[in-house]
T-cell receptor
Framework: DAGVTQSPTHLIKTRGQHVTLRCSPI?????VSWYQQVLGQGPQFIFQ???????GRGNFPDRFSARQFPNYSSELNVNALLLGDSALYLCASSLAGRQPGYQETQYFGPGTRLLVL | QKEVEQDPGPLSVPEGAIVSLNCTYSNSAFQYFMWYRQYSRKGPELLMY??SSGNKEDGRFTAQVDKSSKYISLFIRDSQPSDSATYLCAMSLDSNYQLIWGAGTKLIIKP
């Protein structure tokens, strides 16, 4: 069974440009979360989507947006790129999202490495 | 002050040694505690998951949670060169799915 897939694997952009990152969850998983991991740091939560609805948002500016499609795949969009947006962007999928009192395992993809010049 | 503190290392030990990795945290409301392993240029992989306090063992890995001290540990017995990776702790609140991560400790197992 295929794991979480992300595309592209690497991306180079210049400041001010826009980028779209894509994620396909594990088959049967309905929840997708996005994380930003800057070199040498742990991942930072950006968004969680479940059944196409936003279920959580981290402390990121409005330049960051995301959506989930009927097939549960997801896109992360970043506008007006800054040098500080250079990072590994991780997508994680799980069966369902935000069940109170129940923590589900999140399975991570290999990430998209974004470099902003 | 970060919510979760983790020594970035690197921690270098000989093959076969017992490894101890640790995280401290400030939010006493955290209920779920996880350890992930991340190889270079890969996504994190869940190793251990513990709810509330106590110990959990899985093969060569043991996770400990001490909520009174706000301190969690991961022990690796009979360490192997293939265990060389970055180990990240992560935790979350009961009803909040957002994972809060440590910075990760780079572990090097020398043959």
């Amino acid at each position: 069974d295929a794991g979480v897939t992300q595309s592209p694997t690497h991306l180079i952009k210049t400041r001010g440009q826009h980028v779209t990152l894509r994620c396909s969850p594990i088959s049967g998983h309905k929840s997708v979360s996005w994380y930003q991991q800057v070199l040498g740091q742990g991942p930072q939560f950006i968004f969680q989507y479940y059944e196409k609805e936003e279920r959580g948002r981290g402390n990121f500016p409005d330049r960051f947006s995301a959506r989930q499609f009927p097939n549960y795949s997801s896109e992360l969009n970043v506008n007006a790129l800054l040098l500080g947006d250079s990072a590994l962007y991780l997508c994680a999928s799980s069966l369902a999202g935000r069940q109170p009192g129940y923590q589900e395992t999140q399975y991570f993809g290999p990430g998209t490495r974004l470099l902003v010049l | 002050q970060k919510e979760v503190e983790q020594d970035p290392g690197p921690l270098s030990v000989p093959e076969g040694a017992i490894v101890s990795l640790n995280c401290t945290y400030s939010n006493s409301a955290f209920q779920y505690f996880m350890w992930y392993r991340q190889y270079s240029r890969k996504g994190p992989e869940l190793l251990m998951y513990t709810y509330s306090s106590g110990n959990k063992e899985d093969g060569r890995f043991t996770a400990q949670v001490d909520k009174s001290s706000k301190y969690i540990s991961l022990f690796i017995r009979d360490s192997q060169p293939s265990d060389s990776a970055t180990y990240l702790c992560a935790m979350s609140l009961d009803s909040n799915y957002q994972l809060i991560w440590g910075a990760g400790t780079k572990l090097i197992i020398k043959p």
